[in-house]
C-alpha cells in the first residue's frame, strides 16, 4: 500500500498551521511542529517527505533550522519550501541560500501552494526513485558495488577519527564452481541461483548499518557494522550452510554437487588504512578457503 506523502508544517502559529493543513490534508499526510526543537524531534521519529517552514520563529529561526537541516546526511535531502511573511527579496535569497527549494510569501495562494508542493514532491520522489537505482545491483536487490565502496570510504574516514571505538569487519563471499554451473544449467538459472544465494545473503541483515553487496559477477561483500571478526565468521558460516541447504544441484561440481560459497572475513585495523587493503586481506583469506576445498569461511 501506498503512503501519502508525509508533510511537516513547521510555524510558530496555531492559525498558520491550521490554514496550511487545511489545504493539503485531503493528499497528504500534514503533521506539524511549533518551533525548531519540536521539529527536529519529530524528525528524529521519521523523515517527512517535505518541510514546509516559517521563518519568524522565537527561539530558532527557520534560516537556522534550515542550515541544521542540510548540515546533517539524514535530513540535507528533504526538500524545504520556506512560508513566510518576510517579503523582500534579500530575504528571499537568504532563504534560497540556506538551502531550501522554494519560497512562498504569506499571505499565499492557496492553489499555487498546492501546485508548488505537489510538485516539489513529484520531484523529490524522482530523486529517491534515482537514488535507490543508482545504489541497487538490479539482479539480485544487493547493494550495488558502488554504493559499497561508498559505504566502506564512509567507514575508514570514521574509523580513522575515532580508532580506538571503531569497529566493523567485511566478508568476501564467492560461489563455488559457478562457471561449471553455468556451463551445465545455461546463463539464465546462473542468474537466478546468484538470486537465490542473494537472497540468503540479505537474510543475514542484522540492522540497517550491515550492507550486503554484489561485488562483481558471482561474488558478494558483506560490510558487517559493529561486528568483530569472530561474529563475523559465525555469520558467514551460517550464509555458508543456508546457501548448502538450498541444495541446488549443481552436477558437474564436486563432492555433493550442489552449489555452496566460500568466504574470506577480515576485521578492521587502524595498521591497514585503506579499502583496498582490508579487501586484500578478506581476498586471501578467500583465497584459503577456496585451497583448503571450498565451502568454508576462512579468517
Ligand atoms: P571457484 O570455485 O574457484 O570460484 O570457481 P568458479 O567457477 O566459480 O570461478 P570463476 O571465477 O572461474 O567463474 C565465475 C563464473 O561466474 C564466470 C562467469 O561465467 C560467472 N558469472 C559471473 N557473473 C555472472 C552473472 O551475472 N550471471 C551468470 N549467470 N554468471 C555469472
Ligand atoms: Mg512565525
Ligand atoms: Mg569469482
Ligand atoms: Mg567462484
Redesign the pocket.
Given at each position: 500500500m501506498r503512503h501519502d506523502p508525509y508533510i511537516l508544517v513547521v510555524d510558530d502559529q496555531m492559525a498558520n498551521i491550521e490554514a496550511l493543513g487545511e489545504l493539503l490534508a485531503e493528499h497528504y499526510d500534514v503533521r506539524f511542529a511549533m518551533s525548531g526543537e519540536q521539529a527536529l524531534a519529530q524528525l528524529n521519529k521519521q523523515a517527512p517527505d517535505l518541510i514546509l517552514l516559517d521563518i519568524m520563529m522565537p527561539d530558532m529561526d527557520g534560516y537556522e533550522l534550515c542550515r541544521i537541516l542540510q548540515s546533517k546526511v539524514d535530513t540535507a535531502e528533504i526538500p524545504v519550501i520556506f512560508i513566510t511573511a518576510l517579503a523582500t527579496p534579500d530575504e528571499e535569497t537568504r532563504g534560497l541560500d540556506a538551502g531550501a527549494v522554494d519560497y512562498i510569501v504569506k499571505p499565499f495562494n492557496p492553489s499555487i501552494v498546492r501546485a508548488r508542493v505537489r510538485n516539489h514532491l513529484a520531484f523529490k520522489h524522482a530523486k529517491d526513485q534515482l537514488r535507490i537505482l543508482a545504489q541497487t545491483d538490479s539482479?539480485t536487490g544487493l547493494a550495488n558495488r558502488r554504493f559499497l565502496f561508498e559505504r566502506l570510504l564512509l567507514e575508514f574516514e570514521r574509523a580513522r577519527d575515532l580508532p580506538e571505538t571503531s569497529m566493523f569487519s567485511l566478508v568476501l563471499i564467492?560461489?563455488?564452481?559457478?562457471?561449471?554451473y553455468?556451463d551445465s544449467q545455461g546463463?539464465v538459472a546462473?542468474?537466478f541461483c546468484?538470486q537465490r544465494v542473494a537472497g540468503v545473503i540479505k537474510s543475514a541483515l542484522r540492522n540497517p548499518n550491515d550492507l550486503m553487496a554484489r561485488y562483481g559477477?558471482?561474488e558478494f561483500c558483506c560490510l558487517l557494522a559493529a561486528t568483530q571478526m569472530h561474529e563475523a565468521k559465525l555469520i558467514a558460516e551460517r550464509i555458508c550452510q543456508s546457501v548448502s541447504e538450498l541444495a541446488i544441484p549443481n552436477p558437474k561440481a564436486p563432492g555433493q554437487h550442489i552449489v555452496t560459497i566460500?568466504a574470506g572475513v577480515a576485521q578492521w585495523r587502524s595498521d591497514i588504512p585503506t579499502v583496498e587493503g582490508l579487501l586484500q586481506i578478506a581476498d586471501q583469506a578467500l583465497y584459503n578457503a577456496?585451497a583448503a576445498g571450498?565451502n568454508r569461511v576462512f579468517l
Open positions: 539482479l564467492d560461489v563455488d564452481y559457478f562457471k561449471r553455468n546463463h546462473g542468474d546468484l559477477g558471482e566460500s577456496k571450498r
